[in-house]
């Protein structure tokens, strides 16, 4: 820094360590002047020039705000303590002072300003068992407790089905509280075994009157996924609860309802999952459910149970056919899966075929190319063909199977003939399993116009037939 003249002046803070009374010895000025530093600062000839943003010119003092202005102090949210049994004490009065009348109960409910969205699993705690439980269990807590819950109700339609209707009421209302019920339902499921055999009843029959009625806040996998745990199977507990389930829902509903209850729970396909391990057979499923009265879902079962057997053979035979396995080893597996599966014959030449076809590489446009695809496939696997084949009945079927195929399938219309004449050549199907068809057959499916393709080789076998 410095003065217009002869004056040097130092940084300004070492001036202002100097102090006062030491800065005019650090300064040398002309004789006609004697300076100060308070003088030297106020000077208007001297013009100094000081860097206006160092610290010798900073103020310890308070910025000045602007007038009229108001500094407000931040707000923190202030957390109300948890009061749970407060809560449950408030709902149990409800449900005294209106003496269990689920309607007034409701409207009560509907004019209160308790915190609800706050203690949601409290409150149907005290719907379903009448008080509020030891978090994380279904176990009892001190407080007040009232006599009007669902596990006080006798285990009847009747008696139960209000309980549903005043929850569906309260749900309408207050929407927030549906997963609250989730949780509940879910917790409670999953600790059936700490309730007695009439109170497992009691739920089995709320929640397949949920189901009836439609009741929000619970789909089908909140009720039958936690069920699946290995205590309450090993157990049988399971097994009761589904059974009273299936027989109160069945009163108002269909066969079909209840499918697809189990179909969106992920259960249709695993019914035998209900059963404890030692008993986890079909044949222990159909006699327990028909000695229940339960014989359609027996009668569906079976068919399942056969579907998916069915889809485990084409499944099979296709991964081997495909991974181009030998024969003989193909027809083991086969001969092995029907024996285990004990399905009909003639089932087993439909899923033969249709494993057999899949495992084809099909073209999408060379409609000859599929042709020859198919030949070829039945060439390779007549032995397969032959042994599943044990019978006119079962080459009929065959016969059937293909025609079916090449009706279904319009890259196949025209194959139709010279599949059935390489079966012949390769002894699958019999002269007179194919004059059969030809005269009598019932399926009707394109049978005019296979028939009439089919006419030039039945009319060389009648000739060959006349020779003989």
């Known amino acids: 820094m410095c003065l217009e003249g002869d004056l040097e002046v130092p940084p300004p803070l070492e001036i202002a360590c100097l102090g006062a009374a030491n800065a005019s010895a650090y300064f040398t000025f002309p004789s006609s002047f004697f300076f100060t530093l308070d003088t030297l600062l106020r000077s208007t000839e001297s013009h100094l020039f000081f860097d206006p943003s160092s610290s010798w010119f900073m103020s310890s003092k308070e910025k000045p705000t602007l007038g009229g202005t108001r500094i407000k102090t931040r707000k923190r949210n202030i957390a109300a303590p948890l009061d749970p049994a407060a809560f449950s004490d408030a709902v149990v009065q409800i449900y005294l002072d209106n003496a269990g009348d689920l309607e007034l109960v409701a409207k009560s409910i509907e004019s209160t300003d308790l915190n609800f969205s706050r203690y949601g699993d409290i409150f ?20 007040e407790r009232h006599p009007y819950s669902v596990i006080d109700c006798e285990p009847k339609r009747e008696a139960i089905l209000p309980s549903v209707v005043y929850i569906q009421k309260i749900l309408r209302r207050r929407p927030s509280l549906i997963k609250n019920l989730e949780n509940v339902t879910r917790r409670f499921l999953q600790s059936l075994e700490l309730f007695e055999e009439n109170e497992r009843k009691k739920l089995a029959i709320f929640t397949a009157l949920a189901f009836s ?3 929000s806040g619970l789909p089908p996998e909140t009720v039958f996924q936690p069920l699946l745990k290995d205590n309450l199977v ?17 009163v108002e509903n269909s066969l079909e309802d209840l499918i697809s209850i189990l179909r969106r729970g992920k259960m249709e396909d695993n019914l035998l999952d209900f059963l404890p391990p030692v008993r986890r057979t079909a044949e222990s499923f159909a006699e327990h459910f028909t000695k229940e009265g339960l ?32 024969v003989d080893e193909v027809i083991e597996t086969v001969k092995q899966l029907v024996k285990d599966a004990k399905l009909p014959e003639i089932e087993v030449v439909r899923v033969v075929w249709d494993g057999l076809m899949d495992a084809v590489q ?14 070829r496939q039945v060439k390779a696997w007549a032995p397969l063909l032959n042994t599943v084949c044990s019978s006119g009945k079962l080459e009929l079927e065959l016969m059937y199977k293909v025609q079916m195929q090449c009706y279904e399938d319009a890259k196949l219309m025209k194959v139709f003939p010279e599949v059935v004449r390489s079966l012949y050549d390769l002894d699958v199907l019999a002269e007179d399993t194919i004059l059969h068809w030809f005269r009598k057959g019932t399926n009707t499916k394109g049978r005019q116009t296979f028939v009439k393709s089919l006419e030039p080789f039945v009319n060389w076998l009648e000739e060959a037939e006349e020779e003989e």
């Open 234 to 250: 090993a157990k049988g507990i399971v097994l009761t609860f589904v059974t009273d389930f299936f027989k109160e829902y069945l």
């Open 213 to 215: 009625q439609k009741l």
């Open 124 to 143: 149907f705690e005290v719907v379903f068992i009448g008080r509020r439980t030891q978090p994380g269990t279904v176990k009892p807590d001190e407080g």
């Open 295 to 326: 014989t359609d879902l027996v009668e569906y079962h079976s068919k399942k149970m056969f579907e998916v057997k069915l889809k485990e053979i084409k499944t099979v035979l296709t991964s081997k056919v495909t991974e181009e396995s030998s």
């Open 362 to 375: 099909w073209s999408g446009k060379n409609q000859q190319q599929n042709a020859n695809s198919v030949l």
